[in-house]
């Protein structure tokens, strides 16, 4: 098998988390040891009104911060929008653009996310570019067709492919419990690596990361982290609590 690059995996906190919720940060700093660094790299995306007190709560400690998504213009007239700069201003590295609820419940077409993958690179910040099919796609025989339109429509083909993260999110697997099985999961991370090559070229391809996410637990991160081509996992529900995050993490394989 050949190398894989160290494992990334994400926390996707959605609308959930007060200051209170920052111990839970606190406390994933101090179980990101040494060891676990070498192994993974961990990045936690809360809702936009606490990535500046995360940031702080992490400082010193390798976390990561992150947001969910962003405005794709720096300032302006857009009440209520948030922009990479503020969001990086903020103390964010990263921010998730294209997620299935976005794209859902705030209609956002496939230019919608590449434009804001775009801005994401303009303000320094790592975009994770998030796809996926319905249920109704899989059923159909679709979900390679609905990947690859989607990626050719949302990640921006200028991009520095080191900068620039791709999770698969089986819309039908998130927050319900439901996984594909490992050999789907396999095939589809495959066909986006290689959609990746074609879209932004073969130079940079050993250090690209594809993520997986969709009801991933402690019970099942490790069997899915291990599958070639899956360089991590995007984490909703089970990355609200430390312990849970931190056992997902440490389920990363060892990188060789
Ligand atoms: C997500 O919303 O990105 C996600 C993967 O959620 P969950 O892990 O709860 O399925």
Redesign the pocket.
């Known amino acids: 098998m050949p190398a894989k690059p160290r494992s990334l995996i994400v926390g ?1 906190w ?1 609308m959930n988390g007060l200051r209170s919720s920052l111990v839970e940060i606190a406390h994933m700093a101090r179980g990101y040891d040494s060891k676990l660094r070498r192994a993974c790299e961990f990045i936690v995306c809360p809702p936009a009104t606490l990535v500046y007190f995360a940031a702080k709560e992490a400082l010193g400690s390798h976390i990561g911060i992150g947001a969910q998504d962003c405005h794709i213009e720096a300032s302006g007239a857009f009440t209520g929008e948030v922009s990479a700069e503020m969001l990086a201003d903020s103390g964010a590295t990263t921010v ?1 653009v294209g ?3 976005r794209r859902s419940y705030s209609a956002e077409t496939d230019g919608d996310v590449k434009s804001k993958a775009l801005a994401a690179l303009r303000a320094g910040l790592m975009p994770i570019i ?1 796809v996926g099919e319905t249920n109704s796609d899989r059923e159909g025989g679709h979900t390679l067709a609905v990947i690859k339109r989607q990626l050719s429509g949302s990640v921006p083909g200028s991009a520095d492919s080191e900068t620039l993260v791709v ?1 698969y ?1 089986p819309i039908w ?5 439901l996984t594909p099985t490992l050999a789907d999961i396999a095939e589809v991370h495959r066909f986006i690596h290689r959609e990746l090559n074609a879209i932004l070229g073969s130079h940079g391809a050993a250090l690209r990361r594809v993520l997986y ?5 402690p019970s099942n991160a490790r069997e899915i982290l291990a599958l070639e081509h899956v360089d991590g ?7 609200l609590k430390a312990e849970d995050f931190l056992a997902i993490a440490r389920a990363a394989p060892a990188p060789h």
């Open positions: 996707n959605k998730i997620h299935s609820e998030c999770a999110e697997a998130i927050g319900t419990g996410g969709g009801s991933v637990k996992a995007l984490v909703g529900g089970a990355s």
